[in-house]
DNA sequence: TTTGCTATTGAAAATCACTTTCATCAATGT
DNA sequence: ACATTGATGAAAGTGATTTTCAATAGCAAA
């Protein structure tokens, strides 16, 4: 069974040495209960509604840890904006964009993830990473 | 036959009223004449070399017209700089990027694409564009 | 070619999206 | 409760653009 992101993150604190606060929980619990790719910046107003005491750097410097811990990874869509998406244990995506309404959706597909394999291979490239993105018109958009 | 960089973007320029200047041919001739990846700032150390006076908004501005016109196309590799490479009329490619020595190399594959599109209308988008980039080791650094 | 209108240029100031600094607080171990 | 040390929020600092603005330089009409 797989264990709860939170429980991930305490543990990561733990072993750190790092403490564990309230600002963190906030922070905690604002990023697992939102939308999967969130900047700072809308991250740190959402949470400001609720915590009008929370500081920016806060919001950044958690996510990061987020990052660090495993439980969240830094994406940039070419918009000029870090986001965090969650990470599931041995879980990869793609996505696909939205270029009229900003929609992202994300989708996995073995095959590509085989093709793109063997041809890091075949120019001698061992791959470790990859970013693959589909800009386009969503279903809903194009009606 | 397919007309010259050259050739293309003043046309451009004639068509939207836009005025020939030494400079930018200058930055015309530079970019054409490099590495297929470059940044502003690398493209206006290099131009500075011949044309001291040149300015970094001049070079900037530019490559955004190269950019509009058709010739070139904006890429992030997550370094955060914008770089500018070269269009070639109808051709696609994705990058292999080298996470030891940056070097950044250029390929394509039909079969590919082609899954992109399939995977893009299973989910009712309708793609105008992608993003395909493979961080791995090159051959070289893996000796 | 001279003129007049408008686009372009280079330098500097302004933005943007982070990142870091620092004085003050708050967790945690004893 | 205390001391120690990491955490926080506000503000200052960065790096990479992006925009502003006064001075120029294309271009076309005369």
């Known amino acids: 069974m797989k264990k709860s992101k939170r429980k991930l ?14 600002q963190r929980d906030i922070v905690l619990d604002g990023f697992l209960s939102s939308d999967a790719h969130m900047s700072i910046e ?3 107003l959402k949470l400001r509604a609720r915590h009008p005491n929370i500081g920016y750097a806060t919001v950044y410097r958690t996510l990061k840890l987020f990052s660090e811990s495993g439980i969240a990874r830094e994406i940039h869509f070419g918009d000029g904006q870090t986001r965090y998406e969650h990470v599931a244990e041995g879980e990869h995506h793609d996505h696909l964009l939205c270029t009229r309404c900003g929609e992202v959706m ?9 093709l793109q394999d063997e041809i890091a291979e075949s120019h001698g490239y061992l791959v470790h990473t990859h970013k693959l993105e589909l ?4 279903p809903k958009c194009r009606k």
């Open 135 to 138: 800009y386009g018109i969503c």
């Open 106 to 114: 994300e989708f996995s597909n073995e095959a590509i993830e085989k």
């Open 42 to 44: 809308e991250l740190y």
């Open 9 to 22: 993150f305490h543990d990561f604190i733990a072993r750190k040495g790092l403490k564990s606060t309230r």
